[in-house]
Nanobody, 118 residues
Framework: QVQLVESGGGLVQAGGSLRLTCAAS???????MAWFGQAPGKEREFVAA????????YYADSVKGRFTITRDNAKNTVYLQMNSLKPEDTAVYYC????????????WGQGTQVTVSS
């Protein structure tokens, strides 16, 4: 089972940017990978996904045009570039392996907190 460690979160003003990193203990290249966000008091929700080759990406409507998911299979790492951040993006962000329906499977990492101030 792949172990995932997220990093890169922090406190940023609205309109700012952050780059999240997900580092894996094992080989990620065979998996579709995704980012999920969990806002306070809410369920964890899908944010973005990228297939094993990096050739196709998927985004939640709320982040299209602002967030970009990429991966580096040689480094077993997935990234989430977050631009034009809004207060409603405040959440703990987790990366995950997902199936072809973009549903999570496997273990969750500890997540990384993103806080956007207005």
């Amino acid at each position: 089972q792949v172990q995932l460690v997220e990093s890169g979160g922090g406190l940023v003003q609205a309109g700012g940017s952050l780059r999240l990193t997900c580092a894996a203990s094992g080989r990620l290249s065979v998996y579709t990978m995704a980012w999920f966000g969990q806002a306070p008091g809410k369920e964890r929700e899908f944010v973005a996904a990228i297939i094993w080759s990096g050739g196709r990406t998927y985004y939640a409507d709320s982040v299209k045009g602002r967030f970009t998911i990429t991966r580096d299979n040689a480094k077993n790492t997935v990234y989430l570039q977050m631009n034009s951040l809004k207060p409603e993006d405040t959440a703990v962000y987790y990366c995950s392996t997902v199936d072809r329906d973009l549903q999570h499977f496997g273990a969750w990492g500890q997540g990384t907190q993103v806080t956007v101030s207005s």
